[in-house]
């Protein structure tokens, strides 16, 4: 049986971590801050700030959240972004994406301060990375390179293949792969024989938002596979193919109307892998915890002021 990467436990090990650094900042006087800019009022959007926040809560770092209109200009936010790059207390600033489509999101992403850039999106800190500099890194690979290393799975040297690539995911997952010495491969939309390539993989990382895509003939036997894709299935057509095998979830899918799936078809990859991250509960909970890790960092390198 392959073994199961279970993000929730390495989730409450990090948080656990992370409200230790916290004490230790505000009994130097210096409490972390992180302020939110949720745009408009998207529903997914809300649920994933209500969670960011809600994690600031449990570990004692400061949160702020600014809800402006789906009407704000560009210039209006940009001005927003250049004020609370210049208050003192606040650490990080994370504007959820994705923004109204008459906003310049990559404008305002780039008017963001480097030095409280939460999500590791700014140009500068994608910098950072490629050449293995210290700053904030996107918090869903950095989780997963958690994962790897608190279940103990080898990087150096084994053949990894990250399908995706997204500024967000891929690209980073791939450099943060390669810093530790694994031998990288980048796979798209356009590229060929796919299951060809991912059958290389010692480790399988699918990130491209295509549920159950990566079946257990791209999967070699015995290989780390992440499944970073998380696609709210409703079509039950869709459902009984992908559950064919388990009428337990197709239960639960009669029962729920939809089902979470990664881009990994979830009944092969418990039988060709030697481990895998489940959806859920595999690398969505290290999203936000990494975000915590970053703005305690960013307060840290601040307090040190470094
Ligand atoms: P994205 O920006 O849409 O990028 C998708 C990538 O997948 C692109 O590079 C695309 O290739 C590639 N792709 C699409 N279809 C493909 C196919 N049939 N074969 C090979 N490659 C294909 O998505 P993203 O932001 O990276 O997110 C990817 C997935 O991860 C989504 O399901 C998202 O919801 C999920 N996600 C989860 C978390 C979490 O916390 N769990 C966080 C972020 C994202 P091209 O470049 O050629 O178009």
Redesign the pocket.
Known sequence: MAQILDGIRIRDQILKECKVRVERLAAAGRVPGLTVILVGDDPASQIYVRNKIKACEEIGIRSQKLTPPATITTEELLALVADLNRQEAVDGILVQMPLPPHIDAKRVLLAVDPEKDVDGLHPLNAGNLVTNRPGPRPC?PSGIMQILKRHGIPVSGRRAVV????D???KPMAFLLLHEHATITI?????VD?PGVCREADILVA????PA?ITGDFIKPGATVID????RVSDRDRAAAIFARKPEKLADFDKRGSLLVG?VHPVDVAERAGAYTPVPGG??PL?IAMLMVNTIEIAERRHRGC
């Open positions: 869903t399908v995706g690539r997204s967000l995911v891929g796979c798209h939309s356009k590229t796919l990130a491209m938002g295509r895509l970073v894709g998380t696609n881009d690398v969505g999203t």
